[in-house]
Structures are given as C-alpha cells and as structure tokens.
C-alpha cells in the first residue's frame, strides 16, 4: 500500500462562507470572504470568485481592510498568524506570528500600526476566557515577522466577533458579554461598565448578542435576545446614561451595523429580513424573504452597498435603495446531508438537499450553486419549535428522465409524515438563462452567457408510501424498465412502476404515472438497505444481518446470504470484471465480500468503514475509514487483495458523503499509480464542508494552466485596455474559454508578479531560476507553512514558469505599448482607405461634384 505522488487532493469548493462579515473594497467592485482556511475574493457584479488567498493553517476567524492601504485586507486566523495580503493580485505581503488562536481582528484608523485581537487569556489557552489585546505591529522588510509586544486591553471578552467593535472612528470600543456592556475610552484608558437584569416582568430577555457603534457620535447600538435594539448615549456619565429602545424583531437580533455617515442602522436576525433604522428618527423600511437568518452585515465606505450574510452560506448584495443586486451562494450543507451526493445525468450538476424543502443543484466545475428545485412547494416559515419538510431522499434514472424524491416531517416516530414524488424531465419548460456578465475590452460589454438548466415537473405524489421512514431508493439502472424500489422500518421494500402510454389512454389521464408492483417482506425485519446489479437482473435487498437476492421480473427470492454478526450499512454490486461479487459493511465494523456464483463468502476484513462508494465506469471500489480522528481512504478491486491507492489523514474528522463522478472523456497518459482515476473522478465532502476532489498531477497542471492563460487574459484586458471597443472577441474569444474551464481552489504563489514580489527579491530569483542559474541562500527565502501536505504538494507544481513573466509590470507596459500600435496602425489603414476610396470616386467624376454626390 503505497501514496501515489501523481494522485492530488484539491479543495475545489464547498466550504462555509458565511463565518465571518465579508467586507467590501472600497471601489465597491470587489467582496472578500473567510472560507475555511481561505479568505475568497469574489466580484459584485459578476459574483464570480476573482482571487484566493490561500496560506492560512487553519480556520480564518476575521477580515478587514488595511486603514493605510485600501488595497490591502488583513486575516486572521486560529493558527495564530495574522496574514497582509494584496487582494487585487492576489499576492501574501507579510505574516504577522502572535503564537495564539485569534478569535477576532479589529483596526481602527486612529491606531496606526496596532492590530487589535481577541485571544485566549494567559496560561488559558485551551480555555474560553478571552481577552483583547492590542498587538504593535514592527516595521521591517522581513516577510515573517514574529510580533511581541502585545498589551491587554480588555479582560473576559465574547468570543461573538459580533460583540465587539470601535466607536467614533477609533477613539472608543464596546464590548458586550452576557448581560454586560464595556465600554473603554482610549484616551482616558477608563472603562465604563454597565449591567442589565436578566429579565423583565414582561418575560423580555436582556441579554446581549450584538454590538455596533456610531462613527461619529458617542452611541452604542446593541442587540438582545428578545429582538430589542437598544441605543446607549451619555454612558461616558457613569449615573447619566440613557438608552432608546427599537423594536421589531420577534427573536434574537444576530447583527449590528451602522453605515459610515451614521444615518443609517441596520439589523438583522432569524426572521431573514433587513430592517433599516434611520437614525434620530422614528421610521424603518425592511427588505423580506431574503434565504436564511441572517448571521453579518457590512457595509461598504461609500455606503452604496450592503452585504448580508445567511444560514443557509449565501451572501447577498443589496443596494443602498434596498434593490438586492447580487446573490454570492455557497454549497448549502443544513444540519446534515440526507439525500447523500447525486450527479444529475443531464447537467452533471451534484445534487444534495439544501434549505428546507429543496433540492440544490451545484456545479462542480464553477464551484457555484446552479438553482434550487423547490420539492415540497411551500412558503418556508421560521418558528421555534415548528416541524419543517425536510427532502431526505433523492435519486435519478440512467438518463436524467425521472426523479424520485422523499421529503418527511416530523421529529418523533408516531407523528412523521412521508411523501414519495415523481419527477419528469419537462423538454418543453426547460430554462435559458442569459446572463450579463461585464468584461473590460475598452469598455463595460455585456456579453452573452446562455446556461442550461434542467427543468423537473411533478408526475405524481404518494402520500404515506410506507408506515415508517424510508431508509434507502435506488432506480433500476437501466432504461429498459422505469422501476424505483424503496425501503423502510415498516418492514418491507416496494417496487414502484411508471405506466405504459397505453394505460393513459384508457384512464384519460395526461400521462402515464407511478404505482407500487410490488410488496416484499423477510421474516418481519427491517430493510436497511437495497441496490441493483449493473445489467438490472438482480436486486439485492439487506434485513438487518441478511442480504437478499430477488429476480426483479418475476419477484422470486432467489437466494440469502449471511455474514458476520451486525446490521448491514452499505450495500453494492462489483462491476464490469467484478460483477460476480457483492460488498456490504456492518455496524460491526466488518467489510465483506460474497461470490454470487458460488453464493459464499469471498473474503471479508476488521476494518471501522464510514463510506462504502463504487465507480459505474470501472471496477474499483472507494472506503472510508476513521481512525484517531482522521479519514483514510483505500481504493481496491474486488477481485484484488492488495489496494490500487491509500491516501492517509486524508481529513480531520469524518467523511460526510462521497461520490465517483463519470467522466466525459477518459484521461489520457495516466500512469499505473493514477489509473483508477481514467473513467471517473472520486469527490467526498468533509465534517467543515469542505469538498476535496482527487485529480491525478497531469489533469491538474493542465487545469491551471488554462486557467491562468484566462485569468491573463481578462485581467489584462480588464486594467489596460478600456478605450478601444472589442466586444466581438470578448464574445467569441474570451468568454466562452472562460466559462468551459473548471475552476479549482488553488492559488500558487507564482502566479503572479507584483511591485511587492520586486521589493522582496523574488522577482530576480525567479529570472535566475528560469535561466539556469544558481540561487544564493540570501536571495532565497523561507517558505511560509502552507497547509497540509497534500495541499503544499499541489502548490509545489509550476509547468508554466514562462508565463508568470507575462503578468510582470515591465511585461504589462509592453502588452498595453503593442495593443495601442495595433489600434493605431488600424485607424491609420482606415482613414488611408476611405480617402483613397474618395480621391478615386473624385477623380472619376468629370465635373468635380461635391463629396457627397461622390459618395
């Protein structure tokens, strides 16, 4: 068992994007976001991702803007380093080392050069009592800088980022924490501490979960748990202070925010509406329906733009007039994944269950939710306590025809309801959407981008299709037979049949619909799970600690196996070569393998196995085990004792869901160690959501490489050139490369040549590097820790050296010097044409007629 160096694990998306406020450049053109242990860089009017800054060890817990340098964002992250990073290029400038997990990042104008953290207490570093401290910042050229000099500001500080925040443009800070509110004045050094009761007679809750003060005046704005906005002023007064109160939220207020004029207050919370408060004034206007509760706000320094944040990983970009311009949605994960991982036949969209009562379908290459199918079919409210639809099954047929669904509701046995849908593909409502997408080629074009969507319409609905819940559904997997079968506690699997053309007619219905054809039982225990065969000539059907085996034509049990004691899992059929055995896995920790001709246990093994996947295309099988808090993954044949590939520590935690994606066309050149990977690329989605795919070394130079042909393009297009009109290239040329090309979460740190990389030698290394020439060790660097090792590995990988020089700044001015001879040159021709057109006309007329006539 051997780790294959051809094989990669690339992040290609998936990940929260909704932990801390996103914050908005100052052009209002870009918007950046923490996403796991990257911080995301996306476009607001394009809501494509532009950038990834990549670096961090570990979760990325805040955001901000650099008060010297607009230009420049600040992250912090819980691998105690605070990170400078140019986010236009995409370029790390320095690493600030604090040594402890920093839970929040605050900077204010009026501390130059002091950066502002909450982490843990001393000698509490594993404990929740934080502080904040102010960090002092050096000034040197060295990259990795290791910061010293930090200086307790306040004590026992919330871990909420969203109970601390500046006042008056640096002069003062508030924080909140239980029913506790600080507030500390720079200048005096001087806290003023204010408490509440825990309750009223009315039953309110005081306690606080949000802080945000005004940038001008002294006033602090939080929230509480009973949806009450309280504005304190004069608290600098200790017997003086006084407070207003807002209220319109029913529950918990999550955010705070004011916008930079102080005009405006804006709150949001579970009910998923903005409610904008106008300050000194009694009058509010709210923007409804916007997805899930709502977790941030911010707002951009001119104040034209704000952005919420949601429950369900979206980010949503409203306009100052409350016009929602821009909707940034990540992969939506909810409490957990029931439907398992589905590839969509026809847009070869994954497909899992996201806000109550959808299915989402997200695109793997875009890294980017397409649309949401609404399966349930009713308007999401949010009450305590309220039973919601939850879609906790889905399958699809070989073609993309028909889609089955099961959508429950109830938490307790007695009271679940069960719904099984039918879907069919709709030829005639299927969706074009035209997007505008705009590209700098001397001006804004708007370009046409056409997406295709799949269109499903409800066949039929079968109330109550089992006692109990429905444990597994597969199709029959081929088109031969439109069959579903499903299984369920109530101690039985059914078989569900669509009609034939012939029975419509005669029933007058407009087409032919879904009934059950068959009932079976097994000594009245509980199906767990069920498969089919690749051919469709077997059905295998698990009860508990036995596995089944029917004939699906004429329904005959044909044959039982049993294994070791434990209820079986995950069930599946070998493939091609190795369709002649069957795997299960059992709560007993036991992977077995059954010979179907000889109806006999093969082999089996003591393994913890999580997962159990099996490719359609190709013989191999994917397990997951856990073991010591992390993942492994072992890729084998049936047939074969010894594994094709391991991959180990592949994840902390545990594997969620995990799928083999067919592929449109087998990779060429793969080795022998890559193999496995020719017909079908295996993806799995991790415990913090995020979702790693494995891509052999050749596939992923050849990604990024043409990703970064197009990123040059754009970009330079973007910067230089935007006097000269040239939508017919953008057209034809540049944006339909752009959107074939998937994209991937890595962002080596030769992408791009900036002014920074010229400052830090790095720029004449990489000449000498390219030339042949030796580097001295003090011109060379230390390279900062990038991640784990199969991240470091994939960002260890440069085919493409000649290109970085392309995006140099000596490389720009000759782009731009080029394109605008070519401009010239051509207007030159142009008017040299038309007048030799008219000289010639001229001449030919004998009376010497007038320009016009000529013409």
């Known amino acids: 068992m051997v780790e294959s160096s051809e094989v990669r694990v690339v992040r290609c998306g998936g990940s929260r994007i909704n932990v801390a406020a996103p914050v908005i450049s100052v052009d209002s053109r870009f918007l950046l976001c923490a996403s796991g242990d990257l911080v995301k860089v996306f476009s607001t009017s394009t809501e494509e991702w532009v950038h990834v800054l990549q670096g961090h060890t570990n979760v990325v817990t805040g955001i901000t803007l650099n008060p010297a340098n607009q230009l420049q964002v600040y992250s912090s992250s819980a691998d105690g380093t605070v990170r400078l990073w140019d986010f236009t290029d995409g370029i790390l400038i320095k690493t600030f080392v604090i040594g402890y997990p920093i839970a929040t990042l605050l900077v204010s104008n009026k501390h130059e050069g002091i950066l502002f953290l909450v982490v843990p207490a001393k000698d509490n570093s594993n404990s929740e009592c934080l502080q904040l401290v102010a960090a002092h910042v050096p000034k040197t050229l060295e990259q990795e800088v290791e910061v010293r000099e930090l200086s307790s500001v306040l004590p026992n500080i919330s871990p909420n980022p969203r109970a601390v925040g500046f006042g008056r443009e640096g002069e003062y800070i508030a924080s909140a924490e239980g029913l506790k509110l600080i507030v500390y004045f720079f200048r005096d050094q001087k806290p003023y501490r204010f408490n509440l009761s825990k309750s009223t007679k009315k039953g309110a809750k005081n306690t606080f979960t949000c802080v945000s003060c005004h940038p001008k005046d002294d006033c602090v704005a939080t929230g509480h748990e009973d949806g009450k906005i309280r504005l304190w002023r004069n608290f600098n007064q200790k017997k003086e202070y006084t407070y207003t109160t807002l209220h319109w939220h029913h529950s918990v207020v999550n955010t705070l925010c004011f916008t930079p004029e102080g005009t405006t207050l804006l709150s949001g919370g579970i009910e998923s509406v903005l409610v904008q408060w106008q300050y000194d004034r009694n009058s509010k206007y709210i923007l409804p329906r916007l997805g899930g509760s709502i977790t941030h706000i911010s707002v951009s320094a001119d104040g034209s733009l704000f952005t919420t944040s949601h429950s369900d990983n979206k980010i949503t970009v409203i306009q100052s007039n409350l016009k929602v311009s821009a909707v940034i949605q990540g992969l939506v994960k909810g409490e957990a994944v029931h439907t398992d991982l589905v590839i969509d036949p026809r847009s070869k969209a994954l497909v899992l269950n996201g806000k109550p009562g959808h299915l989402q379908f997200y695109s793997l290459q875009r890294d980017k939710q397409l649309y949401n199918l609404d399966i349930v079919q009713q308007e999401y409210i949010y009450q305590e306590g309220l039973d919601q639809y939850e879609v906790v099954k889905a399958a699809f047929d070989a073609h993309g025809s028909c889609l089955a669904t099961v959508e429950e509701r109830g938490k307790k046995l007695s009271d679940t309801e069960i719904t099984l849908k039918f879907w069919d593909y709709n030829e005639t409502a299927q969706r074009y959407t035209l997007t505008c997408q705009k590209v700098f080629c001397a001006v804004w074009i708007s370009t046409l981008n056409i997406l295709y969507f799949s269109s499903f319409v409800l066949n039929t609905t079968v109330m109550t299709p089992h006692d109990n819940r429905i444990t597994s559904m597969c199709f029959f997997p081929t088109a031969e037979t439109t069959m579903v079968v499903t299984t369920a506690r109530d101690g039985c699997f059914k078989a569900w049949l669509l009609g034939q053309e012939s029975d419509t007619e005669k029933q007058g219905t407009d087409g032919p619909s879904w009934s059950c054809d068959f009932v079976g039982r097994y000594h009245d225990l509980q199906p767990t799970n069920c498969c089919f065969s690749a051919d469709g000539s077997l059905l295998a059907v698990s009860f508990q600690e036995v596995i089944t085996i029917w004939n699906p034509e004429t329904w005959e049990l044909l044959t039982t196996l049993c294994q ?40 089996s093994t003591s393994i913890a196995v999580t997962l159990l996947k099996a490719d359609p295309l190709s013989e191999n099988m994917a397990v997951f085990t856990l073991q010591k808090e992390q993942t492994d993954l072992f890729v084998f044949k049936p047939c074969e004792p010894r594994p094709l590939f391991t991959q180990n520590a592949l994840c902390v935690g545990e594997v969620q869901r995990a799928i083999f994606v067919p592929r449109e066309e087998p990779l060429d050149n793969c080795d022998e160690s890559s193999l496995w990977l020719n017909r079908s690329q295996l993806y799995c989605l991790t415990e913090n959501m995020d979702l790693l795919a494995f891509t052999t070394k050749i596939e992923d130079d050849s990604l990024i490489s043409r990703k970064l042909v197009c990123n040059l393009t754009l970009i330079v297009f973007e910067k230089h050139i935007k006097r000269v009109s040239c939508s017919i290239f953008c057209l034809v040329t540049i944006n339909p490369v ?58 260890s990988r440069v085919p493409w050296k000649c290109l970085v020089m392309v995006y140099s700044t000596r490389s720009r001015v000759v782009l731009l ?11 030159v021709c142009v008017l040299f044409y038309t007048f030799s057109c008219y000289t010639r006309r001229l001449m030919s007329c004998p009376q010497r007629p007038s320009y016009a006539t000529c013409l």
């Not at 899992?569 to 393998?593: I, P």
């Open 564 to 603: 070791p004691p434990g209820n079986i899992k995950d069930l599946c059929f070998g493939r091609l070569s190795c369709s002649r055995y069957l795997l299960a896995t059992t709560t007993k920790n036991m992977l077995c393998c059954w010979n179907l001709l000889t109806c006999s246990l093969e082999w």
């Open 738 to 795: 752009c959107h074939l090309l998937p994209t991937q979460a890595v962002i080596d740190d030769s992408v791009a040549v900036t002014p920074f990389y010229l400052l830090l030698g790095k720029h004449r290394q990489r000449e000498q590097e390219m030339c042949g020439l030796p580097v001295t060790e003090q011109q060379g660097r230390a390279q900062l820790p990038q991640g784990s090792v199969a991240v470091r590995e994939v960002r």
């Open 817 to 827: 010097l080029i394109f605008v001879c070519v401009c010239v040159c051509v207007c």
